[in-house]
């Protein structure tokens, strides 16, 4: 029923819950083992067991046929935890703001739960397929693991090194020019080795492509499907003006080696032309890319799973016309999640916030930008990857 | 599961969980067993390992019952993990708990 997959990748359990509420227990008491036996400490592993119970009760609740099991899966990285739960059911719109029920009501606190216990919570819609990623930091593990001295030749220093080197390789050096716009790229990776990259290219005189990507997790792995993904995307120039179609077919090339080393990738592509002025926006899972122009900021999120979760994903786009002094945002959720000595998140909203109030071209928006993270993370230390592209018009 | 008559009071024990699988039962056998005249209700929570927003939702239930006779629904002894989620959800100013 569960199987716990090899050594370099992550340690990962997999089982699958029959459509039974009976069974819910017995799924959640072996992802506690789990996640116990990788030195997860008691206070997140009770808040894991009851936001795991809490998605497989709702997974089961609303499946439509009793026959059709939910697939639980544990990914323990170095310093996070990931649940991920599959279910078959219609899917619902996962709300946008979850308040407490009145106290007499008899149900609704599921998802309140849910997103009180973990980090952070998505939720991935697709036809007959649903996909819950519920993550939360567990420094403890990191912890536990910094205690043991770390030698020179280890296996896991000379994987950092070919992680280093491989992430180094997609470092854009120099962004290309676009008539009428201007660009700037951050980035930065926690533990030097990440799974963010950014890259842009030019497809012809007056147009270019945007690409801003998070590959789940860190280490080898993570930096290599970066490196692949970066090549794929280049190796398709027919499909460089369709971004949604690009998506598509990337998805259906790299499916089969993201699923069986259990990885997903979330990405956002946006083809931009000088003249007319506008850009295609396409989104696989990726947070949304914002666009301001005077105050107004608005948020440009076309429907698509992550790459990596279906084999056949569909892909939306949306088209988006470029005025005159427009400022266009693209980054990785590591920004939005960034958090304070408090704890608490810089969120979009602050980030939106900043975008609505500023003026200045893509070079001084980024290090403005990349100043208000280090000032607002300065009291802890990068937990997550922070990458962004800024376009300004 | 135990149901026991204490004068007004309709008492609850040895209760393994408080889930989706047996929140519907557990509220129903309960209040089937609140006979006329009583009007408490004490779930002894002491030998229940956890409890789910399902189970939570028995207890409002359970809440309701007693509250429309006058009467109050108490907890006896959650562990920590049921203390939590009921802080969670605020349920712990609803809900008189007992500890000790």
Redesign the interface.
């Known amino acids: 029923m569960s199987e716990i997959l090899g050594a370099s990748r992550p340690p990962v359990l997999r089982l699958v819950l029959p459509c039974d ?2 069974q ?2 017995d799924a959640v008491q072996s992802v506690h083992q789990f996640l116990e036996e990788q030195g997860c400490d008691e206070q997140v592993l ?1 808040a894991c ?2 936001a795991l ?2 998605a497989c ?1 709702n997974a ?2 609303y499946a439509p046929a009793a026959d059709v099991p939910v697939l639980v899966e544990g990914i323990c990285g170095e310093d996070l935890i990931e649940l991920r739960i599959t279910d078959h059911t219609p899917g619902f719109e996962w709300p946008k703001h979850i308040e ?1 029920p009145d ?8 998802l ?2 849910i997103q ?2 973990m980090d952070n919570a998505n939720y991935f819609r697709s036809r007959g397929e649903n996909v819950l990623v519920l993550r939360k930091s567990c420094l403890s593990a990191a912890r536990n693991k910094k205690e043991t001295p770390a030698l020179l030749a280890t296996p896991e220093n000379h994987d950092q090194e070919i992680a280093s080197a491989l992430q180094q390789s997609l470092l854009v050096n120099k962004l290309p020019e676009l008539p009428g716009f201007e660009l700037a790229g951050f980035s930065q990776s926690a533990h030097n080795v990440g799974g963010d990259f950014y890259d842009v290219w030019k497809v012809s005189d007056d147009s270019a492509l945007l690409v801003i990507a998070d590959v789940m997790g860190k280490g080898v792995l993570a930096a290599m499907f970066a490196a692949i993904l970066r090549a794929v995307l280049r190796s398709l120039p027919g499909l460089t003006r369709h971004p949604a179609a690009l998506l598509a077919r990337v998805n259906h090339l790299l499916f089969g080696q993201l699923s069986g080393a259990e990885r997903f990738i979330t990405a956002q592509l946006a083809f931009v032309e000088a003249s007319p002025r506008r850009m295609v926006v396409a989104s696989a899972g990726h947070c949304p890319l914002l666009i301001a122009e005077g105050q107004q900021v608005r948020n440009v999120s076309p429907e698509g799973m992550p790459l990596g979760i279906l084999p056949d994903s569909v892909f939306a786009s949306e088209v988006v016309e470029l005025s005159r002094h427009c400022r266009v945002l693209l980054y990785t959720d590591g920004l939005t999640e960034a958090l304070d000595g408090d704890g608490e998140r810089y969120g979009q909203e602050r980030l939106s916030a900043w975008l609505a109030g500023v003026n200045g071209n893509a070079k001084e928006l980024k290090g403005e930008l990349a100043q208000k993270l280090a000032d607002f993370q300065r009291k802890i230390s990068l937990n997550d990857d922070q990458t962004f592209l800024m376009m300004t018009g | 599961m135990k149901l026991q008559t204490d004068g007004d009071t309709l008492r609850i024990s040895a209760i393994k969980e408080l889930s989706a699988a047996s929140a519907n039962s557990f509220r129903d056998e309960a209040r089937r067993a609140f006979v006329d005249g009583q009007s408490n209700i004490e779930v002894d929570l002491s030998q229940t390992a956890a409890v789910d927003s399902c189970g939570l939702g028995a207890l409002v239930a359970l809440h309701k019952t007693a509250s429309s006779r006058g009467g109050v629904l108490r907890l006896l002894n959650p562990n920590p993990a049921v203390q939590q989620i009921l802080e969670l959800t605020r349920m712990h100013r609803i809900f008189e708990i007992i500890k000790g």
């Open positions: 509420l009976k819910v227990r009770t067991d009851l119970v809490e009760n089961i609740k407490l106290p007499e009501s008899e149900s609704g606190r599921g309140y739960l009180t216990l």
